[in-house]
């Protein structure tokens, strides 16, 4: 069906006489392209003195002269796909660059002041001119808002894309979908201000590591609504009716067919989730207070955060501050990339196995 | 969500029968009412108690947007009301003295310019980083890849700031000229200023390209990683080029879900206060030639304002918030309806 | 009933890492930071002060206060020293801006703000509002000096006055080697170089302060009114003090305004003052401070709002100054919180907590303000 709906993609098969083998373009062309590319970057560089634009007319030539030498030895349709193939693969190397750069960045400026002397201490009473101090309270302040905000977040989020997959309809669910796409451009700092008025100001409560929470799990919820929701659409049918014809009820089948076959898309939602806000500094300033000191109670007490850390850091100016704010920064990372790996070691253990 | 599985869209009225049979298949299970009701006998309790705990986990979500958008709205209009200028065509943004004079134009021209740039070259790039790793890359290599390409979305925004002020936007002062040089007669693309800083909208966009592109690029594949077998090994026995697969069974198959995905990053893009606020040599005014400092967004705006504002301050800065709020639902709509136009593709029938 | 906690299991799992790191976290986690790098870290407290250390009634508990980053370093430094005198106390400051800290103060989230600017009469009238006792008072405490800082390799010790200052961030004076700059460098080897100006895009006491003496002292080459938005469309702009520094530091050329510490920490050149006086003034705390001393109180009673003089001519006074205040409740501070508020403000005033100031880049208040104000906090009930 859909691919009726197209139309160059199986006309020129057509209209070719069906060849059993064709006239492939040799092995060795594209690599002796590929040098040519190579040495015409360099070529640049020498020039121009600019390894960018290198790269860029190597790129360019490459992608070119190899979609013409298989257009000329090969026919349309192979062009046509060697021409995206390196297309495909150009943009692969466009999203890893700036990934290297800023990572190797990072790790370079973090790495300075990184150690588990930095990891173990927190920032009591370390004056501007100390180069003692770490990110302790921090990172204890971080794993117990974003755990807490998860904890509301993740369940409601799910239970609220279910409800749109697979049950609404109507208008609530239409205002559902809306207000979850509002929710999508929802500034970080007015979830803070909003938590604020509400939590704080309205029923009274202390700035806390849990009224942090409640901004997070805000600026969570429509990630998590909207990545969930598109990976049950992408269930198919057959697999709800086979459960169903068996006689298994509903929210059996939601949970046990449904869910574990969107499984791996969740938890990659669910992790873009984490990402996006274990990285939040605005509402976290205004709702967490701000501690040098250690607070392992997320709800009393003003907590730190290492976004909190890392701003704090980048903004006070004296002479130990830059480092730590670097330092800051790469254990937020390494923090991540530690939960994504959990998360999907899980994904891993629990999702179906194929052909089960 | 609701309006992509009503059956009777405009859409799916136009198309053959048999797929519509394969629609109202699917609401049919979407409704209790539709049905088949085989244990009439039997109590479902669960089922009841699963609707009723999905259902009210979707009304408490709607509650905590409406109070705040009722939030939003009451402060935004008490600032409103002490606005001596215009607040949708001024450029000017001043919430002090007798006099305050605030308005949203250069800043909704800063957001719109930053985060177009950042979607042109996030999409696509994000697309085919997508089908790198679901269908060019080696099954081993692919995991990784796709871990690595996550990883991105793990960098704080304040890191991004440091990094673009430091040492990206250095670099791509030779960017701007080239631009300027060979596309200059553009007025977009004209600088005034040649050689002078890159801290401008078209860095910040290309910033917020490398931000959003994880977000779009693992959502997007974990779609392509569920395009039915039998559609791509259809397209692939029919002689189809690898591309030609990609082409008619993978894209279509994920339009929906690119969409969803991109949207989730224009979010982002449109709402990114810290790192625009650290790159951008911003100001009050309104700006088109993004090649050229100057210009602000709206959450960058935010973020510069806020720490020192008063109460009037605040409110003005809510009400600019609040503008954001019909951007991103604006495009929202829009994609919603593109969505709807495809939906075909989703809940496959393979 | 057998899939029910697969799901369950999976939201606990993220709480359970949460926990986990926490819990392992904190076996190892310590508050104690005296120990490792004292070679740097020590210093002999009041050492500079002549004045015996007075006697310091200590009080438990958390403080909290939030305001100015201009003045973090200082808090930083008292806090540490105050913490280590007296045991079971916390001051927790959050550095999030004068204008944030002010609100919180008016919401009753903390019990001291640091603003750059005292209150207006509108927020006089807030905070008194939540201090429902009485007015709250400003004190001023901590005294940085703004540095105008350059990037120009081989000139060193540049001097500007006020109207050459003005007409380069106005935009009048575009090249190094203009005659206004070269008048007063007659032997520096300036360059043809345009001018790059750099200043700072967020809201500012900063900015507000530089603005202040740019009106005070330029006369008609500074035409706009002093604000916290820097005022023209002229120039670069970048984020906060650490912005406009790694941007200075990184344009040859440019020329702005910051705290002192971010010039001194990124290298660069820091503009000596004409100001009318027989010599030009190098940015030092001691300059900082004469020129605080000609500052007017404005405020009546407990309330010590300054006026500052920018236009000081006094001999060794460098006139770009901002005062730091602590906001405080003069009467209604809630009793648990009053004790450790006294206390901390009480040190943070006296000559000891004043004599520290300097090493950290900011300047001690003149004793006759320094006065006023303890006898401010003691005052406070």
């Given at each position: 069906?859909?691919?009726?709906?197209?139309?160059?993609?199986?006309?020129?098969?057509?209209?070719?006489?069906?060849?059993?083998?064709?006239?492939?373009?040799?092995?060795?062309?594209?690599?002796?392209?590929?040098?040519?590319?190579?040495?015409?970057?360099?070529?640049?560089?020498?020039?121009?003195?600019?390894?960018?634009?290198?790269?860029?007319?190597?790129?360019?030539?490459?992608?070119?002269?190899?979609?013409?030498?298989?257009?000329?030895?090969?026919?349309?349709?192979?062009?046509?796909?060697?021409?995206?193939?390196?297309?495909?693969?150009?943009?692969?190397?466009?999203?890893?660059?700036?990934?290297?750069?800023?990572?190797?960045?990072?790790?370079?400026?973090?790495?300075?002041?990184?150690?588990?002397?930095?990891?173990?201490?927190?920032?009591?009473?370390?004056?501007?001119?100390?180069?003692?101090?770490?990110?302790?309270?921090?990172?204890?302040?971080?794993?117990?808002?974003?755990?807490?905000?998860?904890?509301?977040?993740?369940?409601?989020?799910?239970?609220?894309?279910?409800?749109?997959?697979?049950?609404?309809?109507?208008?609530?669910?239409r205002s559902i979908t809306f207000f979850v796409d509002v929710m999508t451009g929802i500034p970080s700092i007015v979830a803070g201000l909003f938590v604020y008025s509400f939590w704080i100001m309205t029923l009274g409560f202390e700035a806390s590591g849990f009224a942090g929470s409640l901004a997070l799990m805000i600026l969570m919820l429509p990630t998590v609504v909207r990545a969930t929701e598109e990976m049950l659409k992408l269930v198919p049918n057959e697999l709800r009716e086979a459960s169903l014809a068996l006689g298994i009820p509903k929210w059996r089948t939601i949970l046990k067919v449904v869910l574990p076959t969107a499984m791996g898309g969740i938890i990659t939602g669910v992790m873009l989730a984490v990402a996006r806000v274990i990285g939040e500094t605005a509402p976290l300033l205004l709702l967490v207070g701000l501690t040098q000191s250690i607070n392992t109670n997320p709800f009393s007490g003003w907590q730190s955060s290492i976004p909190l850390y890392v701003f704090e850091q980048n903004h006070a100016g004296n002479q130990f501050s830059g480092d730590r704010a670097w330092a800051g920064a790469l254990t937020l990372i390494i923090i991540v990339m530690v939960l994504n790996l959990v998360a999907r070691l899980i994904a891993r253990w629990k999702a179906p196995k194929a052909g089960r | 969500m609701s309006t992509s599985i009503t059956p009777e869209s405009r859409g799916d009225a136009k198309r053959d029968s048999g797929r519509r049979r394969g629609r109202s298949d699917k609401t049919g299970h979407g409704t209790d009412a539709k049905l088949p009701k085989p244990a009439k006998t039997q109590v479902r309790l669960g089922d009841r108690v699963f609707l009723g705990s999905s259902r009210g986990a979707g009304i408490l979500l709607l509650v905590i947007m409406a109070a705040i958008a009722v939030f939003l709205v009451v402060e935004a209009l008490d600032a409103l009301g002490k606005n001596d200028g215009n607040f949708l065509t001024d450029s000017t943004w001043v919430t002090d003295g007798a006099k305050p004079a605030f308005g949203v134009a250069g800043l909704v021209g800063g957001t719109v310019i930053s985060a177009a740039i950042a979607m042109l070259i996030a999409v696509p790039v994000a697309v085919g980083v997508a089908l790198f790793i679901t269908h060019y890359a080696p099954r081993r290599v692919a995991q990784t890849l796709g871990y690595i390409v996550d990883l991105l979305a793990a960098v704080p925004s304040v890191v991004f700031g440091l990094w673009g002020l430091v040492f990206l936007s250095p670099k791509l002062i030779g960017l701007h000229t080239w631009l300027s040089d060979y596309l200059g007669w553009i007025p977009i693309f004209d600088k005034d200023d040649a050689g002078a800083t890159a801290?401008?909208?078209?860095?910040?966009?290309?910033?917020?390209?490398?931000?959003?592109?994880?977000?779009?690029?693992?959502?997007?594949?974990?779609?392509?990683?569920?395009?039915?077998?039998?559609?791509?090994?259809?397209?692939?026995?029919?002689?189809?080029?690898?591309?030609?697969?990609?082409?008619?069974?993978?894209?279509?198959?994920?339009?929906?879900?690119?969409?969803?995905a991109s949207m989730l990053g224009l979010g982002r893009a449109l709402g990114e206060t810290i790192a625009v606020a650290m790159v951008l040599s911003s100001s009050q005014e309104l700006v088109f030639k993004f090649l050229d400092p100057g210009g602000n967004t709206i959450a960058a705006n935010i973020a510069n304002q806020f720490g020192e504002s008063n109460e009037l301050g605040r409110g003005a800065l809510i009400a600019s918030g609040l503008v954001l709020f019909f951007l991103t639902l604006l495009v929202n709509g829009a994609a919603r309806v593109v969505i709807n136009r495809h939906k075909e593709f989703s809940g496959a029938n393979a | 009933m057998t899939t029910r906690p697969r799901l369950a299991r999976r939201s606990t799992a993220f709480a359970a890492i949460a926990v986990a790191g926490a819990l392992t976290l904190t076996a190892c986690g310590s508050d104690d930071n005296s120990g490792s790098n004292d070679s740097k870290g020590t210093e002999q407290p009041g050492g500079g002060s002549t004045a015996p250390a007075a006697k310091l009634d200590c009080a438990s508990g958390t403080l909290a206060a939030a305001g100015s980053s201009a003045q973090k370093n200082a808090i930083d430094e008292w806090a540490k020293q105050y913490q280590q005198k007296c045991s079971g106390s916390t001051v927790n400051y959050n550095s999030n801006g004068s204008g944030a800290g002010r609100q919180a103060f008016f919401d009753g989230q903390v019990s001291i703000a640091g603003s750059d600017s005292a209150l207006k009469d509108d927020e006089a009238a807030k905070a008194q509002a939540a201090c429902k006792a009485g007015p709250a008072i400003n004190l001023p405490m901590v005294t940085g000096p703004i540095a105008v800082a350059y990037n120009l390799p081989n000139v060193k010790d540049l001097v500007l006055d006020a109207k050459t200052i003005a007409g380069i961030f106005a935009g009048k004076i575009k090249t190094w080697d203009a005659a206004e700059i070269k008048a007063l460098n007659p032997s520096a080897q300036l360059p043809s170089s345009p001018i790059q100006t750099v200043h700072r895009s967020d809201k500012s006491g900063t900015t507000e302060n530089f603005t202040k003496y740019l009106k005070a002292t330029a006369g008609a080459e500074w035409a706009a009114e002093p604000s916290q938005d820097w005022p023209t469309q002229d120039g670069q702009s970048a984020k906060g003090s650490e912005g406009v520094a790694s941007v200075v530091k990184s344009t040859s050329g440019s020329i702005s305004y910051m705290e002192v510490s971010f010039a001194e920490n990124n290298g660069l050149g820091i503009a000596r003052i004409n100001t009318g006086a027989a010599k030009p003034v190098k940015l030092t705390p001691e300059a900082a401070g004469k020129a605080v001393e000609a500052a007017q109180i404005t405020g009546q009673g407990n309330d010590l709002k300054l006026k500052l003089d920018y236009?000081?001519?006094?001999?060794?006074?460098?006139?770009?100054?901002?005062?730091?205040?602590?906001?405080?409740?003069?009467?209604?501070?809630?009793?648990?919180?009053?004790?450790?508020?006294?206390?901390?403000?009480?040190?943070?005033?006296?000559?000891?907590?004043?004599?520290?100031?300097?090493?950290?880049?900011?300047?001690?208040?003149?004793?006759?303000?320094?006065?006023?104000?303890?006898?401010?906090?003691?005052?406070?009930?």
């Open positions: 069906m859909t691919i009726t709906t197209t139309d160059t993609a199986v006309s020129p098969a057509a209209a070719d006489p069906l060849k059993l083998t064709r006239r492939t373009m040799p092995d060795w062309i594209t690599w002796a392209l590929g040098a040519a590319a190579v040495g015409l970057g360099v070529l640049v560089k020498a020039v121009q003195g600019n390894w960018a634009l290198g790269a860029f007319y190597a790129g360019l030539f490459f992608i070119a002269t190899v979609t013409a030498a298989s257009w000329r030895l090969e026919d349309r349709r192979r062009a046509k796909d060697r021409f995206a193939t390196s297309i495909v693969y150009t943009a692969f190397v466009l999203a890893i660059v700036p990934l290297v750069s800023i990572l190797g960045y990072t790790i370079k400026k973090g790495f300075e002041e990184l150690s588990p002397y930095f990891l173990s201490h927190s920032m009591r009473g370390v004056g501007p001119r100390d180069d003692t101090g770490g990110i302790y309270h921090a990172i204890v302040g971080t794993l117990e808002q974003v755990g807490l905000a998860a904890l509301i977040a993740v369940p409601l989020g799910l239970l609220t894309a279910i409800y749109l997959v697979e049950y609404g309809r109507g208008r609530l669910a | 801290r401008t909208l078209f860095t910040c966009g290309i910033i917020l390209a490398i931000m959003v592109l994880p977000i779009i690029a693992a959502v997007t594949r974990e779609v392509f990683l569920q395009v039915p077998r039998a559609h791509e090994e259809a397209a692939l026995a029919l002689g189809a080029t690898r591309w030609e697969m990609i082409r008619t069974a993978v894209l279509p198959f994920g339009k929906p879900g690119i969409i969803s | 236009a000081t001519k006094v001999e060794g006074a460098y006139p770009i100054i901002l005062v730091t205040y602590e906001i405080v409740c003069e009467k209604g501070t809630p009793a648990d919180k009053l004790p450790l508020v006294k206390s901390f403000l009480t040190y943070t005033a006296s000559a000891e907590g004043q004599g520290l100031l300097a090493k950290n880049g900011y300047a001690p208040l003149p004793a006759s303000i320094a006065e006023k104000v303890r006898t401010a906090v003691t005052s406070l009930s």
